[in-house]
């Protein structure tokens, strides 16, 4: 059993940056892939960002490459989610995520607000 909790999310203008923080617990931390989701207002939840087991690889919507960066500290039991350049359309509840692969996740967190002003 796995419990994430997210934290970081905010108000930003455009062109900011926040950084998301998620913080694991468990002792299999190191054992799973870990994502972040993102869900908009009458939108579908959908994938941001995904880093290995040993954080050696990292996937990104098409979206956001090149804008956020995710990150992993095995030791701490965190995964990050730097966002810089966001946008407008970058607003929507962010959710950490736990998987087995970057295709299947089996726990989730609460999710934490973001918000980016014109």
């Known amino acids: 059993q796995v419990q994430l909790v997210e934290s970081g999310g905010g108000l930003v203008q455009a062109g900011g940056s926040l950084r998301l923080s998620c913080a694991a617990s468990?002792?299999?931390?190191?054992?799973?892939?870990m994502g972040w989701f993102r869900q908009a207002p009458g939108k579908e939840r959908e994938f941001v960002a995904a880093?290995?087991?040993?954080?050696?690889?990292?996937y990104y919507a098409d979206s956001v490459k090149g804008r956020f960066t995710i990150s992993r500290d095995n030791a701490k039991n965190t995964v990050l989610l730097q966002m810089n350049s966001l946008k407008t359309e970058d607003t929507a509840v962010y959710y950490c995520?736990?998987?087995?692969?970057?295709?299947?996740?089996?726990?989730w967190g609460q999710g934490t607000q973001v918000t980016v002003s014109s």
């Open positions: 880093i290995s087991e040993s954080g050696g690889d990292t």
């Open positions: 468990g002792r299999t931390f190191s054992s799973y892939v």
């Open positions: 995520a736990a998987g087995a692969t970057r295709d299947v996740y089996h726990y």
